[in-house]
């Protein structure tokens, strides 16, 4: 017998539902790889499926479940495996047209979201009760438009084994970039939708000063993280290496990651980009091809639970236009999801000093992460979107995420 | 910015938690190989240490926090690559002297404390209300004696490299017919509890029918899992080779070892034992080579955690000997481990037949895992056992998992 009451459900079950994720996962992925697909889309659609069967269970109470948390490892992993495969000099020499991009892909599709409401509103398509109102929704679904989530065209770059070309290099420097100023925004929104629901005012209440310790923290982060990286990982990593217990260097190398998340986290970023710094970090000793080599199969078992988990949040039923109510939402999703692809294609134009293929890099910068969603939840907690709103926003996102694997692989493969 | 909202605390603790746990447990488990003694004494002790730092931090309120679970998919995995790596055939071999080892392992640490417990009460140690309070108690903690833990013992002689001995494979043998009568021990008290403590007599209710079930539906998961899995198995893993998609085979492997683990649960058996059949099953396809090179980098993720896990539920204040209370525990404690020891020493005698270290098979089988605690709380909570018995046993089963490995590098490592 062994640790655990042999009789107790919850521990077999677990095990069976991760047997579950590993086998429809990999069942479906195998058929999109077999039909030249994205192995990324057949497991999103693996999710979709486990969703609708209820194959994952939940765990916890804290807002955490176990699956959840193992995603969150996965996607750390993804970023740390593609900033290991990057080189840090390349970033930076693609540093100006990547603020550009970054730039660019925040700003449109945030004035197109804007102006979409309103011109929605004069087409009596939606109407709001008060100009404050019609501000904030504004605010939040020009908000909600967008942050970037990076993993996934990071992930099919590397299907497409274009992880090296200049187009992934602008994308994922963008990536960080857009995750700043997603902070910054957070931050200015957030600020004024707690004083404007209850004011009825649309003033601005946080303060230019707050915003600039914001981006200082974040920025500082980022360049304090790898200054100060540089100094010691090298050494750092010969130390490990020379550990007798197994598994040091693969473990010294996870450990180093997941320190970098968590200080991200604790500078406001997304512990992904902590993550992404640490693979940077680490591409620069030269233990990295072991470390690369031996992550592989760790990374096999839990990046796709983190693709899987983001496919399985997808509320199937949202998209069944037998139901009366839901055509307006998928009107309004249409609509949103249009003004989503727009905003983040002409991003591209953001590199016109390389030689590159702009369009490329635009649907790089499509598919929008749960980020959104956090925007969209604060919107409808706070009362500023309503049900119907928040719903075509979640839709919106969805297909962000499925549509750009497929536009990638027909924009960016070798014939 | 990616899929979680960057300013939640718990996913940067998260992280840093699993780099904590990764960190202390490879620094101390190098110094443990530096100076020759077991890796795996090593990340116990660095568990102890997490503990008292309070470095591990439990979530979810549904009995299994995250780390636990991951601890649970470690020694899953610890057992599936020891079954990998054993031969069934020499296994059923020494099936006799396993049996015999596994029934002595059993009736002697459950007879020995059945009767230490009588005389303790005779000497005037502990003093009981009752008759019947005095025979509950020393089931109880006769049946908390019986229960092997080969997690530990499996490691050690990997460490070893001693997997392929004879004295391993009656150890792991004689492990599975532990958690058999275990399972059958635990159905049996547990009815004798249940019915004695609202009687307050000790009549027996679990029917002769119900044992005869239970034994019935173990021994037949087991030789149904080995004989079914022999008939589909090495189809199933060339079928699984074939999938194009990335990391199929390992994930293949993990999802088979899973679900084995599952159906062993669900027929009363610890999953482990499931885990381990899977790993007998897979041993005897032709991608066993590529399944254990894959799965070596997630072996060495999994299983320390289990290990600091295991270290971490230490509670080191009970072992203080100026709190005036912990002295009676003490000595009780101290009594129950050289029980403890005897009781399962003497089992290596089970092999007689065999030209084989007997001591070592003794001591192989000394380590007590969790299952003993579920014997000890089960007798807590029904109000059998006092705090200070509860404790006593505690300490028992640690000292146990302590005291094995150092004395397996003693009596069984070539020198």
Redesign the interface.
């Known amino acids: ?8 459900y ?7 539902a ?2 579950s994720i ?2 429809v ?3 479906v ?2 058929l ?3 039909y030249k697909q994205p ?1 990324v889309l ?1 497991e999103l659609i693996a999710g979709v499926l486990l969703g609708i069967l209820g194959l994952i269970p939940l ?8 699956f959840h ?1 193992l ?3 996965g ?2 992993i993804l970023l740390f495996e593609i900033g290991l495969e990057t080189d840090l000099d390349d970033l930076i020499n693609v540093g100006l047209p990547s603020l550009i991009v970054g730039i660019i892909g925040v700003v449109a599709p945030f004035g197109l979201g804007y102006f979409t409401v309103y011109t929605l509103a004069d087409l009596n398509f939606v109407s709001f009760g008060s100009e404050t109102a019609q501000f904030l929704t504004a605010l939040t679904i020009g908000a909600t438009l967008t ?5 996934i065209t990071a992930r099919v770059l590397s299907e497409l084994g274009k992880l090296k070309s200049t187009e992934a290099k602008v994308v994922l420097g963008a990536a960080v970039i ?2 700043v100023l ?2 910054i925004i ?1 931050a200015v929104i957030s600020g004024i939708i707690s004083t404007s629901s209850i004011s009825g005012t649309s003033d601005i209440s946080i303060s230019s000063t707050e915003i600039l310790i914001i981006s200082a923290k974040a920025f500082g982060f980022l360049i304090l993280a790898i200054l100060l990286g540089n100094l010691f990982t090298k050494k750092l990593f010969i130390f ?1 290496y020379n ?6 260097l ?3 190398a ?3 990651t ?2 970098f ?2 200080l ?3 500078a ?6 902590g993550a992404f710094a640490a693979g940077l970090l680490l591409a620069k000793t030269n233990q990295k091809d072991l470390i690369e080599d ?8 839990f990046i ?1 639970i ?1 693709f899987i988990m ?1 496919g399985s949040a997808v509320d199937i039923t949202a998209f069944n236009p037998f139901i009366k109510e839901n055509i307006a939402v998928i009107i309004l999703a249409l609509v949103l999801f249009v003004v989503a692809i727009i905003g983040k294609v002409i991003s591209g134009i953001g590199a016109y000093k390389l030689n590159v293929n702009k369009l490329v890099i635009g649907i790089g910068m499509i598919p929008r ?3 959104g969603l ?1 925007f969209a939840s604060m919107g409808l907690v706070s009362g500023v979107l309503t049900k119907s709103e928040y719903s075509a926003l979640t839709i919106m996102v969805m297909l962000t995420t499925f549509i750009a694997p497929p536009l990638l692989y027909k924009f960016f493969r070798d014939k």
């Open positions: 017998m062994s640790i655990d009451d042999p009789n107790s919850s521990l077999g079950s677990f095990f069976l991760l047997a590993f086998i996962g990999k069942i992925s195998s999109f790889v077999k192995e057949g765990y916890g109470e804290l807002g955490y479940d176990f948390l995603s969150e490892v996607v750390a942050a970037t989530s990076v993993g857009d995750d997603g902070l957070l490990i550990l007798k217990a197994r598994g040091s693969l473990l010294g996870l450990a180093y997941f320190i998340a968590y991200a986290q604790f406001g970023l997304a512990p992904i980009i031996r992550l592989k199969p760790v990374a096999d078992v796709p983190f983001v992460g749960e980020v956090i």
